[in-house]
């Protein structure tokens, strides 16, 4: 139990152009969803948190505008990249997070490779 | 903000052998995990640790929760190649809080 999965799993789109990455919790309910970005050989970097059917809550110097995050229901959660440029090239992580009694155990996708050209 | 020190940044052991990593903090944790990551693929979760002192095991894996909460260790005993990754550690608030701050990782290489 407890997949997550994420599509697409690489994309490579123009400078300024927008991209939309996916991500769904296939066999439960996740209440929250979380979107990290990881540069090479780092660590991952909290986005946003995003609950189903409110707005996301964006760490600081993350721009909500550039990043667009919409949970509409509560095994779906998207990302969209807008006019990507070539410093938006990461790789981004989403995770899902349902009750487990006391805990909220978070559950990664398998990424998304983003480049921008 | 909340920062996690990980160590060893690097490991490169001989298969066979055991391996250990820690995480310390500034600050107290409800709850530590620790992920493994291979190359171009999401973190696994690997251990939760939810009580403090609390020692957990899984197949060749053991991890502690530091009795402080302010730390805790993964321990792989008889590593095999396919132990190779980066393995992170994590602390949770708790309650409503559910974010994580992740440590910088430990990567993991195993000679045959």
């Known amino acids: 139990g407890a997949v997550v999965s994420q599509h697409p799993s690489r994309v490579i789109c123009k400078s300024g152009t927008s991209v939309k990455i996916e991500c769904r919790s296939l066999d439960f309910q996740a209440t929250t969803m979380f979107w990290y970005r990881q540069f090479p050989k780092q660590s991952l970097m909290l986005m946003a948190t995003s609950n189903e059917g409110s707005k996301a809550t964006y760490e600081q110097g993350v721009e909500k505008d550039k990043f667009l995050i919409n949970h509409a229901s509560l095994t779906l959660s998207t990302l969209t990249v807008t006019s990507a440029h070539p410093e938006d090239s990461s790789f981004y992580i989403c995770?899902?997070?349902?009750?487990?009694?006391?805990?909220?155990?978070?559950?990664f996708g398998p990424g998304t490779r983003l480049t921008v050209t | 903000g909340q920062q996690l020190n990980q160590s060893p940044q690097f490991m490169f052991i001989q298969e066979g052998e055991d391996v250990s990593m820690n995480c310390t903090s500034s600050s107290i944790f409800n709850t530590w995990l620790w992920y493994k990551q291979d190359p171009g693929e999401g973190p696994v979760l690997l251990i939760a640790?939810?009580?403090?002192?609390e020692l957990t095991s899984n197949g060749r894996l053991t991890a502690q929760f530091g009795i402080t909460r302010k730390d805790s260790f993964l321990n792989i005993s008889a590593s095999i190649p396919s132990d190779v990754g980066i393995y992170f550690c994590?602390?949770?608030?708790?309650?409503?809080?559910?974010?994580?701050?992740f440590g910088k990782g430990t990567l993991l290489t195993v000679n045959p």
């Open positions: 994590a602390g949770q608030g708790g309650g409503s809080n559910y974010k994580l701050t």
């Open positions: 995770s899902a997070a349902g009750s487990q009694g006391i805990t909220y155990e978070q559950y």
């Open positions: 640790l939810y009580k403090a002192g």
